[in-house]
């Protein structure tokens, strides 16, 4: 099996941030006061990556992108062997290697050590150069911090860089916002993410907007994010996904493996990860796994597991030879069977549960749906499900909205035409998607 990417995770952070409700959890301490990530966690990620890449077949990854968390959390010399690690055995250097990084944790060692074991990508977490909407979300970084990393960043990497700004955070108003970002973009990003905040429920920010302790307006933020829009698209960014942009040829290839539901391992406590399986005749059937969040659990198991043992007492099963009936889906399958104990929860995926997301994701993008894509993978369905012009150019609840159109459509490259939202319905998506 090849063209597959891999997603590693760090949960571990200097504290979480208000309005985060990603797994991860604050870090231990070292003796000398600082924080850490355990050796016995990055002995664990280099065991279920190996483990992965033998069961399934995996001659290289496509793609890796190391997230949390805060990945920069790891020394520089657990960097070093982690990324080292991750393409031991594989026969050739992946298409795109991320690493997200924090300002507050980034150093000029890291950088190096990042640049000489293959990463083409930095991801450097910022969100805002305004100091009082930082200090209201909790952000551990100060906003002089962050702009000492860009600088560090912009003098010592010479690989792609991606930043990201939150619109809509409180105390921040829109000339604040306007002026932070026009800073943030003049360390001169090949990729950034625009996001508008989220009050995710359960989070320290939502308990203080819903106690009056702090201000929130969900027009401001929408109106901020249509202004950030705007500026990215003036300095030559172009959308191709709801919430990032790119300057022509730095789309993230990782992120384009969700996007358009290809194969993807995922590696680490509450990580996760797909596999898919297509006949080419419109049917089809997936397996998906998410890891668990219990950090002590999962670091034994993998700490204590053996790949040689393992093949002792499977045989060819455990390399995935003499089994040639079976897709790697399928072997997915048997994997809780294979492996008691292994500390991960796993789903299998039929086709129209196959079908909806394709649809959820691919919409969230400017490429869209494929028509001749979509019938290789989802024919078999019903007949009215394959008829895309009806179901998105034809909808009633799709066609328009305050005279503008929600859904276009046009002649690929590739063959068959594709169906995507306009920039207007990329602002409803959400709505049109529970219409859908």
């Known amino acids: 099996m090849d063209g597959t990417g891999l997603y590693v995770h760090i949960p571990f952070c200097l504290a979480k941030c208000a309005y985060c409700d990603f797994f991860s959890v604050a870090s231990a301490s070292s003796a000398s006061g600082g924080a850490f990530v355990p ?213 993230s290839l990782h992120n384009g493996s969700y996007w358009k539901q290809l194969d993807y391992v995922g590696i680490g406590a509450g990580a996760t990860g797909s596999l898919y399986s297509f006949d080419g005749n419109g049917a089809g059937h997936g397996i998906r796994w998410t890891g668990s969040r219990d950090i002590g659990r999962y670091t034994s198991f993998w700490n204590e597991f053996s790949m040689n043992e393992f093949c002792k007492k499977k045989g060819s099963l455990a390399l995935g030879q003499g089994d040639e009936g079976h897709s790697f889906v399928d072997r997915g399958a048997l994997l809780s069977s294979l492996l008691p104990g292994i500390p991960a929860d796993f789903e299998s995926l039929d086709l129209e549960t196959l079908e909806f997301e394709y649809l959820m994701m691919a919409l969230r993008t400017l490429e869209g749906v494929n028509e001749a894509e979509y019938a290789r993978r989802f024919a078999s369905l019903e007949p009215w499900k394959g008829d895309l012009r009806k179901r998105l150019l034809e909808n009633p609840l799709w066609k328009e909205f305050d005279g503008k159109k929600m859904c276009l459509s046009r002649e690929s490259e590739c063959g068959g035409m594709n169906f995507a939202l306009s920039r207007e319905g990329l602002l409803f998506l959400n709505s049109l998607l529970r219409n859908f």
């Open 39 to 251: 050796d016995s966690y990055i002995k664990a990620l280099l065991c279920e990556a190996e483990f992965y890449r033998k069961f399934y077949g995996i001659d290289s990854w496509r793609t890796i992108y190391i997230g949390g968390g805060t990945p920069s959390l790891m020394s520089a010399s657990q960097m070093e062997w982690l990324l080292h690690g991750l393409l031991a055995g594989t026969r050739k250097a992946p298409l795109e290697f991320t690493i997200e990084m924090n300002p507050e944790t980034l150093s000029g060692e890291k950088l190096s050590v990042a640049g000489n074991c293959g990463v083409t990508r930095l991801s450097l977490g910022i969100q805002s150069l305004c100091q009082k909407a930082l200090d209201a979300v909790g952000r551990h970084c100060t906003a002089l911090r962050a702009e000492e990393a860009l600088n560090l960043v912009r003098s010592s990497w010479t690989g792609d860089l991606s930043l990201d700004a939150i619109a809509g955070l409180p105390n921040q108003n829109s000339k604040e916002f306007e002026s932070s970002l026009k800073r943030i973009l003049g360390y001169k990003p090949e990729h950034f993410s625009l996001y508008s905040l989220m009050v995710e429920e359960g989070t320290p920010l939502e308990r203080s907007i819903s106690s009056g302790k702090i201000a929130f307006d969900d027009d401001e933020a929408d109106s901020q994010w249509l202004l950030g829009r705007d500026i990215l698209e003036q300095r030559g960014f172009c959308q191709y996904e709801v919430s990032n942009f790119a300057l022509r040829g730095h789309e």
